[in-house]
């Protein structure tokens, strides 16, 4: 199980066009402010990626202006692990859960995700928060990931699993969260 002082979350590549181009657009990026926003009430890290931002734009605006104050991690790699800056930041934060989120799940996601097992970090795979162009294909990165030793989460699972108790001014934080 997870706890918010060992999890991290990723953001990978939402960026540009290309967000709105993947399948269930809107849910995924409802989602991954769902986490965002209650990973700010549990004290857990935000990393965010951009894939080549030159030439497929920036982090969407609804996201952007989550993650204001925190550079997202420039990549042309797919993996965002071929990214010195991003690992030595991943390897400062000391944290082994890594909930990973953004697109293309057979892509950067994929290649980011297998990496990070390689390299002994928990996976948990935020499923109905990553996307693809196509179904097929993030329906095989989903698959190709949990192969690999991911394990599989929804946005409201991953979020009541680090919160872990239904009291309190956190609890109530999360309750509005998950509710918009």
Partial sequence: MMRPEESVLLVIDVQ???AGLVH??????????????????????????E????????????????LEGEAPFEKTAFSCC????FMSYLRQLNRNDILVTGIET???VYQTSVELIEYGYNVHLVTDAVSSR??????MGIHCIENAGSWLKTTEMAIFELLRVAEGERFKQISRI???
């Avoid at 269930?24 to 990626?49: D, F, W």
């Avoid at 071929?82 to 800056?85: I, M, N, T, V, W």
């Fill in 16 to 18: 540009g066009k290309l």
């Fill in 178 to 180: 998950i509710k918009e």
């Fill in 106 to 108: 057979h892509i950067c």
């Fill in 82 to 85: 071929g990214s010195e800056d």
């Fill in 51 to 66: 894939q080549y931002p030159e030439g497929l734009g920036r982090t969407v605006e609804p996201l952007r202006k989550l």
């Fill in 134 to 139: 196509a179904v097929e294909n993030r329906d």
């Fill in 24 to 49: 269930e657009s809107a849910e995924v990026e409802r989602n991954i402010s769902k986490l965002v926003r209650a990973c700010r009430v549990l004290e857990v890290p935000v990393i965010s990626t």
